[in-house]
């Protein structure tokens, strides 16, 4: 795929203007040419998202983990963006924003699912629903058609469809590290329509630990320093292949 | 020892005796209601959504994908009599989900879920309506919501040619995820079997190729099976 346009870029902070050169790997221990992790704790607020029978509650260990992983990434020298700190629940679009702000993201969404077997952890990258085209018996049904666009520029509602090859490798990769430290995990990304993935304007990524149905909350919080660490090894891999998709 | 004391022990023996009799037949009871879970469910839908019948019905081998452990789907062949038109053939086949999964835990979408309409526009594209209960009692995931939205796509374009797209509304309305996590605002591409034996539209092997597939994946994991359409260019 070409590069992709990135229409929904506003003007980035001041820390994350510099640009890396593109085959090289970012050198350690600085946030200089390191992409800025926007690190979303999924849910939140009235969004429970998953519920296990022991009490364990998606939104809270979610952000239990994403607090862990952040001080990991930053130990290791990346810059991350929290899309939430607290049981707020921000939107799909605003989330989203938090790395279209920025020149050189990678969104990253952690989740806790209902199912799976306990103890393994997938990597998910956006598989992009068609939009519904304007019929009449999809009007008749009550289905949305896409918002017009004002200026001609991609939909912000499609805004990740150009970073999907880019977000796919990204997940392979960091998939591939997971598969290492949490066995019975697949060894390749999975494809799925996820919603919170849809709107970022940078290569995204859905990561989802199985599960909440497991006995008790320490297997999940042990989880989470590993999985910093296959989060950055997968990053620090794509960069090094070139192939974040950024421009 | 006294006659009412006598009395008293007499009685409480028979109290226990039956009460041990009671307790057996509760445990019994109770085994008895895991095995009657599945036929509860039948006899439910046999209520609620009972089967539908066509003229046009013939009993064939329809290929239904049930779970096959938490994150993976298998298909299956089954009697099932089905329809020549596709709009009844999808509503026989979504019955059969609903109300025909062999154990509960193969069981791919909520039991009291309800399929309230089922349409096909002129392009192959399938509008599938259903009750609240297939949102609010799916468990929330990707990994549980996609298993259900794929088990769906899956037997829909393994038995009904015609379709190319499936759109989930629930209760007329589009939504927009199923459970918290999987859109449903757009399509879900369907890919009917292509015309050669054997063929089918689901990975069968489980996912445990080699380590290192990063650059391009060699096998596609369990739940990859749903592939939404990219928009067109
Ligand atoms: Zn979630």
């Known amino acids: 795929m070409a590069a992709p346009p990135s229409p929904q870029q506003v003007t980035p902070p001041s820390a994350s203007t510099s640009q890396p050169p593109p085959q090289q790997a970012a050198p350690p221990s600085t946030t200089a040419g390191r992409p800025v992790i926007v690190l979303d704790a999924a849910h939140g607020g009235t969004d429970t998202g998953a519920r296990g029978e022991t009490g364990i509650v998606e939104k809270d260990m979610v952000l239990q983990i994403a607090r862990t992983v952040r001080a990991e990434l930053e130990r290791q020298g990346y810059r991350v963006v929290m899309s939430r700190n607290d049981d707020s629940n921000p939107s799909y679009d605003e989330r989203a924003a938090m790395a279209n702000a920025y020149r050189d993201a990678i969104f990253i969404s952690l989740h806790i699912g209902s199912t799976g077997n306990p103890g393994t952890v997938r990597a998910f990258y956006d598989q992009l629903a068609t939009p519904v085209a304007p019929t009449p018996v999809a009007a008749a049904a009550n289905v949305k058609s896409p918002a017009p666009t004002a200026s001609g520029l991609p939909q912000w509602e499609q805004a990740q469809q150009p970073y999907v090859e880019a977000s796919h490798r990204v ?3 960091i998939q591939a590290q997971l598969a290492q430290s949490f066995s019975g995990s697949p060894a390749t990304a999975t494809p799925a329509a996820v919603r919170g993935l849809r709107s970022v304007a940078a290569p995204g990524v859905a990561i989802e630990i199985s599960s909440v149905s497991v006995p008790s909350a320490d297997s999940l919080t042990a989880a989470a320093t590993p999985l910093a660490t296959a989060i950055a090894r997968g990053i620090a891999a794509s960069r090094a292949a070139g192939s974040t998709g950024a421009n | 020892m006294p006659r009412n004391l006598k009395l008293a022990l007499g009685l409480l023996a028979v109290a226990v005796l039956i009460g041990l009799i009671s307790l057996r037949e509760m445990h019994r009871r109770i085994a008895r209601l895991g095995e009657m879970q599945a036929s509860e469910e039948r006899a439910r839908h046999e209520v609620l959504a009972p089967p539908i019948s066509t003229p046009t019905d013939v009993t064939v081998k329809a290929r239904i994908f049930w779970a096959a452990g ?3 789907l298998a298909p299956a062949e089954i009697n099932l009599p089905l329809s020549a038109d596709p709009v009844q053939r999808s509503r026989q086949l979504v019955r059969a989900l609903l109300a025909l999964p062999p154990t509960p835990a193969q069981r791919t979408m909520p039991a009291d879920a309800v399929l309230l309409g089922f349409y096909i526009l002129p392009d192959g594209t399938a509008v599938a309506d259903f009750s609240d209960a297939l949102a609010a009692e799916t468990p929330s995931g990707i990994v549980s919501e ?13 038995n009904v040619p015609a379709l190319r797209r499936l759109k989930i509304l629930i209760h007329g309305q589009e939504v927009e995820t199923l459970a918290g996590n999987v859109d449903l605002s757009g399509f879900f591409d369907l890919h009917p079997p292509v015309q050669s034996p054997g063929t089918n539209a689901t990975p069968s092997a489980p996912s445990t190729p080699g380590a290192g597939a990063a650059a391009s994946p060699s096998g596609t994991p369990p739940v ?7 928009p067109p260019h």
Not at chain 2, 152 to 157: I, N, Q
């Open chain 1, 171 to 173: 997940a392979d990769l």
């Open chain 2, 70 to 72: 938490p994150d993976q």
């Open chain 2, 146 to 158: 996609q298993l259900t939205v794929n088990s769906l796509a899956r037997t829909l374009e393994s």
């Open chain 2, 224 to 230: 990859a099976a749903l592939a939404p359409a990219k």
